[in-house]
Nanobody
Framework: QVQLVESGGGLVQAGGSLRLSCAAS????????MGWFRQPPGKEREFVAT????????QYADSVKGRFTISRDNAKNTVYLQMNSLKPEDTAVYYC????????????????WGQGTQVTVSS
């Protein structure tokens, strides 16, 4: 099983940027589609973005399209989420996850999860 560790979260003002990283160990990241999810305070976990094994296909939630970019470096066993033009409603715990399926949107299709990293956007 692959192990995932997120980093890069923090406190940022509205309009600012952050880049989250997700480092994998145990198995090569190149085996998996990778996804980012988030859980805002008091709400359900929601899909943010996903990327195919070779990076050629990406999908985004409508709420982040045009502001967030998912990417991966299989040689470094790392996936990234570049977040620009951040809004207070982006405040959440962000999780990366690995899936053997092709760019799935549903959390139930991801078998491995990181512990999450907090992103707080102040207004």
């Amino acid at each position: 099983q692959v192990q995932l560790v997120e980093s890069g979260g923090g406190l940022v003002q509205a309009g600012g940027s952050l880049r989250l990283s997700c480092a994998a160990s145990g198995r090569a990241l190149s085996r998996y589609s990778m996804g980012w999810f988030r859980q805002p305070p008091g709400k359900e976990r929601e899909f943010v973005a996903t990327i195919s094994v070779n990076g050629g296909n990406t999908q985004y939630a409508d709420s982040v399209k045009g502001r967030f970019t998912i990417s991966r470096d299989n040689a470094k066993n790392t996936v990234y989420l570049q977040m620009n033009s951040l809004k207070p409603e982006d405040t959440a715990v962000y999780y990366c996850a690995a899936s053997v399926f092709y760019v799935p949107l549903a959390a139930t299709n991801y078998a491995a999860w990181g512990q999450g990293t907090q992103v707080t956007v102040s207004s």
